[in-house]
């Protein structure tokens, strides 16, 4: 006697990005860039059916100093609406995206703004620092 599936169609057939992976391959990139003076690292974490994710940086030769550039909470199901905070902010701000579009709009604005790129390369420029008083 064999037991009976219930579990019904699980087949992934999607093309979709998660929203955690979007924020991975901009991780990748920018590591192409900046390594091994800057790293850039994405951790996740789930709290009932949401997901939080964040988009860090990380300059191992000033101490493993840490900084979030961006952090994105979204749902199990569907991934949007998403809420994406700008973390660099001095007061963290959030924006709803209602579509992976949206989404990726909005990333670029906040990882391409002149507040991320100047703090990318105050955090360079003091690994060199770093680097050549060693």
Not at 42 to 69: E, N
Request: hydrophobic share 35%.
């Amino acid at each position: 006697m064999s037991t009976q599936d219930y579990w019904g169609n699980l087949q992934v057939t999607t093309k979709q990005l998660t929203p955690a992976q979007i924020l991975q391959e901009q991780a990748s990139a920018l590591n192409e860039r900046t390594s091994p003076h800057i790293r850039a690292s994405v951790a996740t974490f789930g709290l009932k059916q949401r997901f939080h994710t964040t988009l860090a940086v990380t300059a191992p030769s000033l101490g493993g100093y840490d900084l979030d550039i961006v952090t994105v909470i979204f749902p199990l199901r569907n991934y949007y609406p998403l809420v994406l905070s700008d973390d660099l902010g001095d007061e963290r701000s959030e924006v709803t995206c209602n579509s992976e579009q949206e989404f990726c709009d909005k990333l670029h604005q906040i990882l391409s703004s002149k507040r991320t790129t100047d703090t990318l390369k105050s955090l360079l420029l003091l690994t060199a620092e770093e680097v050549l008083s060693r």
